[in-house]
């Protein structure tokens, strides 16, 4: 199991529209071949400077490299995410041996 | 739900004793009241600086801040977390609304 996840914070600049679209974008993901467990969340701590969550689990490490390739998402980063995202920070887990 | 994570990475001078200590003090948080779906974790994205990771949920805010004032999780912050943590980060998702 690899559990893919990023927090994020969206530019101020963008529109309620824009904000909308990009979440929308965001659920296409979930689409893509092999993911499981697909989540949007609030990053709610204020220990941390990031607004939302992006969770999903892979059963290995090929799945992953195919969901990274895969069209929907390279477009998805170049559409929605270069455009939208401020910040993020990548979160790999697997189960701790 | 409140899922309670936190990215950490330990000391590089501790022993193997001192962290194989460490972890077993981390799971005796699991026997907190309340706490869900405790997870220890491998983080292995070499996009950050942490190397693993301790996730659990709570029903509820007042759930959490018993946790976060139960002798148990006061004394490991005391006496584990302090003394072999270099650097971490919190976390806390609540479901996309």
Same mark, same amino acid.
């Given at each position: 199991m690899i559990r893919? !996840?990023?927090i994020l914070k969206l530019k101020k600049t963008i529109s309620e529209a824009e904000k909308q679209a990009f979440f929308e974008a965001v659920?296409? @993901?979930a689409d893509i071949p092999d993911v499981q467990k697909f989540e949007v969340l609030n990053q709610i701590s204020p220990k941390n400077r990031f607004e939302y969550?992006? !969770?999903m689990e892979f059963d290995s490490q090929i799945q992953y490299d195919v969901y990274s390739n895969h069209s929907v998402h390279v477009d998805f980063i170049q559409n929605f995410w270069i455009p939208n995202v401020e910040d993020? @920070?990548?979160i790999d887990y697997t189960h701790f041996i």
């Amino acid at each position: 199991m690899i559990r893919h !996840s990023v927090i994020l914070k969206l530019k101020k600049t963008i529109s309620e529209a824009e904000k909308q679209a990009f979440f929308e974008a965001v659920d296409t @993901l979930a689409d893509i071949p092999d993911v499981q467990k697909f989540e949007v969340l609030n990053q709610i701590s204020p220990k941390n400077r990031f607004e939302y969550g992006i !969770s999903m689990e892979f059963d290995s490490q090929i799945q992953y490299d195919v969901y990274s390739n895969h069209s929907v998402h390279v477009d998805f980063i170049q559409n929605f995410w270069i455009p939208n995202v401020e910040d993020f @920070l990548e979160i790999d887990y697997t189960h701790f041996i």
